[in-house]
């Protein structure tokens, strides 16, 4: 696979420096070069409980938006996903929720002094939402054991975070400027009364919860706390790009609609066997194929034409 124009400029240049002698500070050469590499908008997905590693129902969304906007990437958020069942080792809901809000913390951290210029959006599902509502708006979540208010995530990375998408979160709580949906009650690990996100980030948060939902409200229909992704996905895709287009700066050229401006309306599963397996295409402009990949590998840009899972 040949490099980008801009890496294989970048990688001349240092080889021209060497053989006219002149010192090359390799290690800055290498951050150019993984900068240059860089894409416009990476996307964060976080799966709900007992769902194995990938994106789980969280995949709805992501998927929507890395068709919406070729050339994007994605990860996964590592971490438990678990209730205390066996088949995710038995480890307690508390104990996951606070593993994964660091998970979330650690990953988009990482990233963002990678590529401090791309922008970056957060896709949480279920307990999935709770670790991102955690990670970007701070704690306590006495439940999880976090008793700090301060985020995690840093500042600089949560300029970077342009838009977060919550569905189905125990965080939820009636009354928020950035909730959607029929829930007037609260979740079971909700946040207090009157609470409102900080660090300049509720305007760029939507938090899905409907009143059937036993899980982010009191309802008694646990089947609804899995239709979000298909009652609400276009709605979350389009709030996603308006605080996309809205921002300014970036790893690269302006967001694009998908091939003929159409949206997809039945997105396969991120992380699941419809992506794209370890060194496939996941993405690049006119790439018709899947831009997820399966779980154990992510889908990173190399150029405006081409994406690989690694």
């Given at each position: 696979?040949?490099?980008?124009?801009k890496?294989?400029?970048?990688?001349?240049?240092?080889?021209?420096?060497?053989?006219?002698?002149s010192?090359?500070?390799?290690?800055e050469?290498?951050?150019?070069?993984?900068r240059?590499?860089?894409?416009?908008i990476?996307?964060?997905?976080a799966?709900?409980?007992t769902?194995?590693?990938?994106y789980?129902?969280?995949?709805?969304?992501?998927n929507?938006?890395?068709?919406a906007?070729?050339?994007?990437?994605?990860?996964?958020?590592?971490?438990?996903?678990?209730?205390?069942?066996?088949?995710?080792?038995?480890?307690?809901?508390?104990?996951?929720?606070?593993?994964g809000?660091?998970?979330?913390?650690?990953a988009?951290?990482s990233?963002?002094?990678?590529?401090?210029?791309?922008?970056?959006?957060l896709?949480?599902?279920?307990?999935g939402?709770?670790?991102?509502?955690?990670?970007?708006?701070?704690?306590?979540?006495?439940?999880?054991?976090?008793?700090?208010?301060?985020?995690?995530?840093?500042?600089?990375?949560l300029?970077?975070?342009?838009?977060?998408?919550?569905?189905?979160?125990?965080?939820?709580?009636?009354?928020?400027?950035?909730?959607v949906?029929t829930?007037t009650?609260q979740?079971?690990?909700?946040?207090?009364?009157?609470?409102?996100?900080?660090?300049?980030?509720?305007?760029?948060i939507?938090?899905?919860?409907?009143?059937?939902?036993?899980y982010?409200?009191?309802?008694n229909?646990?089947?609804?706390?899995?239709?979000?992704?298909?009652k609400?996905?276009?709605?979350?895709?389009?709030?996603?790009?308006?605080?996309?287009?809205s921002s300014?700066?970036?790893?690269?050229?302006?967001?694009?609609?998908?091939?003929?401006?159409?949206?997809?309306?039945?997105?396969?599963?991120?992380?699941?066997?419809?992506?794209?397996?370890?060194?496939?295409?996941?993405?690049?402009?006119?790439?018709?194929g899947p831009?997820?990949?399966?779980s154990g590998?992510?889908?990173?840009?190399?150029?405006?034409w081409?994406?690989?899972?690694?």
């Open positions: 696979m040949w490099p980008s124009p890496v294989a400029a970048l990688l001349l240049w240092a080889h021209s420096l060497l053989v006219a002698g010192p090359v500070d390799t290690t050469a290498s951050e150019l070069v993984a240059q590499s860089c894409p416009e990476h996307v964060f997905g799966r709900e409980t769902v194995p590693s990938g789980g129902t969280a995949g709805q969304v992501v929507l938006i890395l068709q906007f070729p050339g994007a990437t994605s990860e996964a958020i590592n971490y438990p996903a678990c209730g205390g069942q066996a088949s995710c080792g038995g480890i307690q809901y508390g104990d996951s929720a606070r593993q809000t660091q998970a979330v913390a650690n988009v951290n990233f963002h002094q990678r590529c401090p210029n791309t922008k970056l959006v896709v949480g599902y279920s307990q939402g709770q670790i991102m509502d955690n990670a970007v708006c701070g704690g306590p979540d006495t439940g999880s054991g976090i008793t700090t208010t301060t985020p995690p995530i840093s500042q600089s990375a300029d970077a975070i342009k838009a977060v998408i919550l569905m189905g979160s125990p965080r939820y709580v009636a009354g928020l400027p950035y909730n949906g829930c009650a979740g079971f690990a909700a946040r207090p009364r009157g609470y409102v996100c900080g660090s300049n980030s509720s305007d760029k939507q938090n899905y919860c409907d009143s059937t939902d036993p982010c409200c009191t309802g229909d646990a089947n609804s706390h899995q239709q979000y992704g298909v609400y996905g276009q709605q979350a895709l389009n709030f996603v790009r308006s605080k996309l287009n300014s700066g970036g790893g690269g050229g302006s967001p694009t609609t998908s091939a003929g401006g159409s949206q997809p309306t039945q997105p396969s599963n991120g992380g699941g066997s419809n992506c794209s397996p370890k060194w496939g295409q996941c993405g690049g402009q006119g790439w018709t831009t997820c990949c399966q590998s992510t889908c990173r840009f190399q150029n405006n081409y994406s690989q899972c690694l």
